[in-house]
């Protein structure tokens, strides 16, 4: 997908990692700042990005949820 089609905070599945990330903002046209989890943001290719199913939105949002301690705080879990 073209970096100017994607948008800012919206979940995308990344066909290179498999991974569900966040997209944070265009890098430059070909790339795109991604995070997952409150990880570190990272520069992915734009094309290799794809609007992530209703499913695969469930379940990260799960995992978000689990990952929060006591205090609603997240951590990283890298």
Not at 28 to 47: D, F, G, M, Y
Not at 54 to 73: E, M
Request: hydrophobic share 30%; glycine share 6%; aromatic share 6%.
């Amino acid at each position: 997908m073209k970096a100017n089609k994607l948008r800012n905070g919206s979940l995308y599945e990344d066909t290179e990692s498999g991974k569900i990330v966040r997209v944070l903002g265009k890098v430059n046209s070909q790339r795109v700042w991604t995070t997952q989890h409150e990880k570190r943001p990272r520069a992915t290719k734009s094309k290799s990005l794809e609007l992530a199913t209703s499913s695969q939105v469930t379940n990260y949002l799960n995992a978000s949820k689990a990952i929060k301690d006591d205090d609603g705080i997240p951590y990283s879990i890298e």
